[in-house]
T-cell receptor, first 113, second 115 residues
Framework: EAQVTQNPRYLITVTGKKLTVTCSQNMNHEYMSWYRQDPGLGLRQIYYSMNVEVTDKGDVPEGYKVSRKEKRNFPLILESPSPNQTSLYFC????????????FGPGTRLTVL | AQSVTQLDSQVPVFEEAPVELRCNYSSSVSVYLFWYVQYPNQGLQLLLKYLSGSTLVKGINGFEAEFNKSQTSFHLRKPSVHISDTAEYFCAVKKKNSGYSTLTFGKGTMLLVSP
């Protein structure tokens, strides 16, 4: 089954404790992206990647890092999480751009105390 | 740059009633338009998209949307809603023929269907 998976689905952590949220897709998609969703703000893009070793900032990159060492994986790294990073995070991937359909993961709900 | 305005943050409606969720966009270039749905505790799922051609687009679950270029709108409609349509709906735009360029989302409209 074609899908985007994220782990963990839920995470409660404390300020300053480094964490990684993993994202993996099995569709051989070139493009992957991370969003955060906050009430009343919709989805905002954090980082995206057009291919292996190619990443770029989205609209709200501060406090986040990403890497794209393999095509299927695109982990999101919070080196020193803060409470304002408490949010719902979605990973997405896109195959051929002319198809214009992003596939979203199920989301990771992160709480930073 | 593009922007998307979803005028209603919540739309309460009774089961079997019609519904319209409004979306307006702003862009200096031609765009593709999308509606995504997010059911509780799930990721986003594409409902429908307008790329070109007929301005009336039909999607999954009986939803449709009409692209109106002069009014820069892409409102989503369903003639008769079900309880199971309760979800958050996001309108999004993307520059036409722009390859992997970013989707810009609206802030979402929560559709609340009650019996």
């Amino acid at each position: 089954e074609a899908q985007v998976t994220q782990n963990p689905r839920y995470l409660i952590t404390v300020t300053g404790k480094k964490l990684t949220v993993t994202c993996s897709q099995n569709m051989n998609h070139e493009y992957m992206s991370w969003y955060r969703q906050d009430p009343g703000l919709g989805l905002r893009q954090i980082y995206y990647s057009m291919n292996v070793e190619v990443t770029d900032k989205g609209d709200v990159p501060e406090g986040y890092k990403v890497s794209r060492k393999e095509k299927r994986n695109f982990p999101l790294i919070l080196e020193s999480p803060s409470p304002n990073q408490t949010s719902l995070y979605f990973c997405a991937s896109l195959g051929r751009p002319e198809r214009n359909e992003q596939f979203f993961g199920p989301g990771t709900r992160l709480t930073v105390l | 740059a593009q922007s998307v305005t979803q005028l209603d943050s919540q739309v309460p409606v009774f089961e079997e009633a019609p519904v319209e969720l409004r979306c307006n966009y702003s862009s200096s270039v031609s765009v593709y338009l999308f509606w995504y749905v997010q059911y509780p505790n799930q990721g986003l799922q594409l409902l429908l998209k307008y790329l070109s051609g007929s301005t009336l687009v039909k999607g999954i679950n009986g939803f449709e949307a009409e692209f109106n270029k002069s009014q820069t709108s892409f409102h989503l409609r369903k003639p008769s809603v079900h309880i199971s349509d309760t979800a958050e709906y996001f309108c999004a735009v993307k520059k036409k023929n722009s390859g992997y360029s970013t989707l810009t989302f609206g802030k979402g409209t929560m559709l609340l269907v009650s019996p």
